[in-house]
């Protein structure tokens, strides 16, 4: 079983990167090949809308994300992880996303199905400065189970967030991220 950790944020060892590692190695200890992936040190375009890839697999463009295509393909189990900028994931993040347009292929009849092998499960983490974070959590939670559920074809969805991160000094004093961290064990 492989497990795939992207990390959409710019401080490659803040609290979403702690967060990231901690899951990882929960996955290690259950059997998984386990890899972290910096979305910030990858060349990844912004999607330009031009929607060649309706007619073929893949994306046009020629930079990192070719062997993210791979690597998504290989995993059973995806983590993305971000903090939280201006109410929303980085831009990092969300170029990434975007991105994931070219794993699909548009259905005649309207709709999409997705070019990823079946039987994944995704775990979306996100981590937040302020301790109001729940304020965002609703909007954003709900927009990644319908691209990871509902586009992706994902068989199993989870997402937490973990607020109020700047009174900490590390993730794992997160009486949330512990709850949390407990679900994601269940679920391997």
Known sequence: ?????????????????????IMLSVARSEGYEVERIELTNLNIGYCKGCKECDNRVGCTQRDDMDGVYEKLTEADHIIIGSPIYMGSETGATKCFLDRLYALLEPKE???????????????????????????????LTNRFMRIMMGLLGADDFAAFIVPATSKLENIKESTVFRENLDSFRYRL
């Open 1 to 21: 079983m492989k497990m795939i950790a992207f990390n959409g944020s710019h401080r490659t060892e803040g609290y979403t990167a702690q967060a990231l590692d």
């Open 109 to 139: 009849d309207g709709g999409f199905s997705c070019r990823l092998p079946s039987g994944k499960s995704y775990t979306v983490v996100l981590v937040c400065s302020s301790s109001d974070g729940h304020i965002v959590y609703h909007y």
